[in-house]
């Protein structure tokens, strides 16, 4: 089941805007990563924010973290028509067992349109 | 720097038959795990592979079973196909425990 959920499912914008998109979890998480979908291909990493981070920038991307609300926002400035993808936060969770291993929870994500 | 290899692209298969998806981890990669994504959902973890061995599995049923190859390669096998296995599948691969997984372009299944 998917523990995560983004807000909003959809969200279309003019380029040169900025793009907010929101996720909720409902579990402890040792970290949490956003990852890029283009056309319902392979995911693409964006970014990962840990769980004692509150805020990580990376280029146009800026991704805050509040574990005491249980939500991460990703933002994306100065937005452009090759950002039109769907966009997903997975929560990972420290499963411990012989060397240890990570495992994702992805939300339903959040489908950008970014108008020309 | 070869990234994530999946094969096939596409596949077509019927209701009860048999179906092996392959994945080729990034250079450096010793861990595989693979994820089922349904059309309009997020992806959902099957399992994960680690030193040849199955290390976790998500909520799918036994139909669903895996391999890991000592080149560290990996094979996702489902059987007795039904409707509701038609999905994206990916494959995603990482080193040891860190913890970011890099994604293969995904095998899109279709069952008729």
């Known amino acids: 089941s998917q523990q995560g959920e983004e807000d909003p499912q959809a969200l279309s914008i003019q380029e040169g805007e900025n793009a907010t998109m929101n996720c909720s979890y409902k579990?402890?998480?040792?970290?949490l990563q956003w990852y890029r979908q283009n056309s319902g291909r392979g995911l693409v990493h964006l970014i990962l924010?840990?769980?004692?981070?509150r805020e990580k920038h990376s280029g146009r991307l800026r991704v805050t973290l509040d574990t005491s609300k249980k939500s991460s926002s990703l933002l994306i400035t100065a937005s452009r028509a090759a950002d039109t993808a769907s966009y997903f936060c997975?929560?990972?969770?420290?499963?411990?067992?012989?060397?240890?291993?990570?495992?994702?929870?992805f939300g339903k994500g959040t489908k950008l349109s970014v108008i020309p | 720097d070869a990234g994530v290899t999946q094969s096939p692209t596409h596949l077509i298969k019927t209701r009860g038959q048999q179906v092996t998806l392959r994945c080729s981890p990034k250079?450096?990669?010793?861990?595989v795990s693979w994820y089922q994504q349904a059309l309009g959902q997020g992806p959902q973890f099957i399992f994960q592979?680690?030193?040849?061995?199955?290390?976790q599995r998500g909520n799918f049923p036994d139909r669903f079973s895996g391999h890991q190859f000592p080149n560290y390669s990996s094979e996702l096998n489902v059987n007795a196909l039904l409707l509701g296995d038609s999905a994206l599948y990916l494959c995603?691969?990482?080193?040891?425990?860190?913890?970011?997984?890099?994604f293969g372009p995904g095998t899109r299944l279709t069952v008729l």
């Open positions: 995603a691969s990482s080193f040891l425990a860190a913890d970011t997984q890099y």
């Open positions: 924010i840990r769980s004692n981070e």
């Open positions: 250079s450096g990669h010793d861990t």
């Open positions: 579990t402890s998480i040792n970290n």
């Open positions: 592979y680690y030193e040849e061995e199955e290390r």
């Open positions: 997975a929560q990972t969770r420290y499963e411990i067992g012989g060397a240890g291993s990570y495992q994702l929870t």
